[in-house]
């Protein structure tokens, strides 16, 4: 069974994700309480409380994989392993979103962190580049999204792998970006796929990590 992922734990609150539109329903934790969660296009966001040290870019304390061994930890990122993923509820978002385009996930290493998601999640390394400005990035694919593993010259090379943003696929960026307004979103601007552009959500409004939407992908 290919390993994909289920949810992102978010220490943040889940009242941002509900003011753009998400529904914010509840999904059960191990001990039998229950969390918000949302659910955009396949990949959940649990909102839970932790004492897990989070940075001042993203409050993503761990995450949920559907796979066939049991992990607790993927290079340093809290793992916590079902054999299903959640089910589609039947209210979604207004956001538009089509897919998850990709997670990034920063590390102090690409070759440590791309080596333990080969070992342990068994997903190969597709592709290596040069980012500039001494990144490189890594890309691995799990079932419909991509894992960006970002390493950052301003990490030292011992830190371990964080999750950090998310990107989605918006049905039309233009109209998405019109609806959030300038408050909320910069202006689309052209992405590194050729053909396709790219917009931030503003850290202000506060959705707990690094959010972008993306233009659907060009076909050739």
């Given at each position: 069974m290919m390993t994909t992922i289920a949810d992102l734990w978010l220490s943040s609150s889940s009242e941002a994700w509900r003011h753009l539109g998400c529904h914010v329903g509840n999904v059960q934790q191990g001990d039998g309480s229950s969390v918000p969660f949302v659910w955009i296009a396949g990949l959940g966001l649990r909102f839970v409380e932790s004492s897990s040290e989070t940075s001042v870019e993203s409050s993503v304390v761990g995450w949920t994989l559907v796979a066939d061994a049991p992990l607790t930890s993927m290079d340093g990122v809290p793992t916590h392993v079902t054999d299903a993923p959640h089910p589609k509820p039947e209210s979604e978002?207004?956001?538009g979103?089509?897919?998850i385009d990709h997670i990034v996930i920063t590390t102090g290493s690409l070759d440590r962190t791309s080596g333990a998601i080969s070992d342990s999640m068994h997903l190969p390394l597709k592709r290596i580049r040069e980012a500039g400005h001494g990144m490189r990035q890594?890309?691995?694919r799990a079932g419909?999204?991509?894992l960006e593993i970002l390493e950052r010259p301003d990490l030292a090379p011992e830190t371990r792998a964080a999750i950090w943003g998310l990107v989605f696929v918006v049905a039309d960026l233009d109209a998405t970006v019109s609806w959030l307004g300038p408050d909320a979103v910069s202006e689309p601007r052209s992405a590194v796929q050729p053909g396709r552009r790219i917009a931030s959500v503003k850290?202000?409004?506060?959705?707990?990590?690094?959010?972008?939407?993306?233009?659907?992908h060009v076909r050739q």
């Amino acid at each position: 069974m290919m390993t994909t992922i289920a949810d992102l734990w978010l220490s943040s609150s889940s009242e941002a994700w509900r003011h753009l539109g998400c529904h914010v329903g509840n999904v059960q934790q191990g001990d039998g309480s229950s969390v918000p969660f949302v659910w955009i296009a396949g990949l959940g966001l649990r909102f839970v409380e932790s004492s897990s040290e989070t940075s001042v870019e993203s409050s993503v304390v761990g995450w949920t994989l559907v796979a066939d061994a049991p992990l607790t930890s993927m290079d340093g990122v809290p793992t916590h392993v079902t054999d299903a993923p959640h089910p589609k509820p039947e209210s979604e978002n207004t956001l538009g979103v089509l897919s998850i385009d990709h997670i990034v996930i920063t590390t102090g290493s690409l070759d440590r962190t791309s080596g333990a998601i080969s070992d342990s999640m068994h997903l190969p390394l597709k592709r290596i580049r040069e980012a500039g400005h001494g990144m490189r990035q890594g890309f691995h694919r799990a079932g419909p999204i991509i894992l960006e593993i970002l390493e950052r010259p301003d990490l030292a090379p011992e830190t371990r792998a964080a999750i950090w943003g998310l990107v989605f696929v918006v049905a039309d960026l233009d109209a998405t970006v019109s609806w959030l307004g300038p408050d909320a979103v910069s202006e689309p601007r052209s992405a590194v796929q050729p053909g396709r552009r790219i917009a931030s959500v503003k850290k202000e409004v506060g959705l707990g990590l690094p959010v972008a939407l993306m233009s659907p992908h060009v076909r050739q």
